[in-house]
Nanobody, 114 residues
Framework: VQLQASGGGLVQAGGSLRVSCAASGNINGIKGMGWYRQAPGKQRELVASMTSGGSTYYADFVKGRFTISRDNAKSTVYLQMNSLKPEDTAVYYC?????????WGQGTLVTVSS
């Protein structure tokens, strides 16, 4: 299984950005997917997730601003990020849970300037 994340970049506070993560390889049995982030000097934290059934979870600090979605045909998960804040600056990692195994993407850097 390979995960390819893309879409990070530099954006001003209040702006929007969408990151994507495409899975390839033996991806039968996807149970869920999600996005984590890790800011410098901090632990990795869960941002949003989606089960195979479509149920979603959002961390309190992104509720109302971020939206997780997927394209099953493309085996891709997205994270639409609106109203970005400088504290959202981090490396964003995608995660796929496939038959009990976690697969991580390589991370994509999101920088929000004030």
């Amino acid at each position: 299984v390979q995960l390819q994340a893309s879409g990070g970049g530099l954006v001003q506070a209040g702006g929007s950005l969408r990151v994507s993560c495409a899975a390839s390889g033996n991806i039968n049995g996807i149970k869920g997917m999600g996005w984590y982030r890790q800011a410098p000097g901090k632990q990795r934290e869960l941002v949003a997730s989606m089960t195979s059934g479509g149920s979603t979870y959002y961390a309190d600090f992104v509720k109302g601003r971020f939206t997780i979605s997927r394209d099953n045909a493309k085996s891709t998960v997205y994270l639409q990020m609106n109203s970005l804040k400088p504290e959202d600056t981090a490396v964003y990692y995608c995660l796929f849970l496939i038959v009990g195994t976690r697969y991580w993407g390589q991370g994509t850097l999101v920088t929000v300037s004030s």
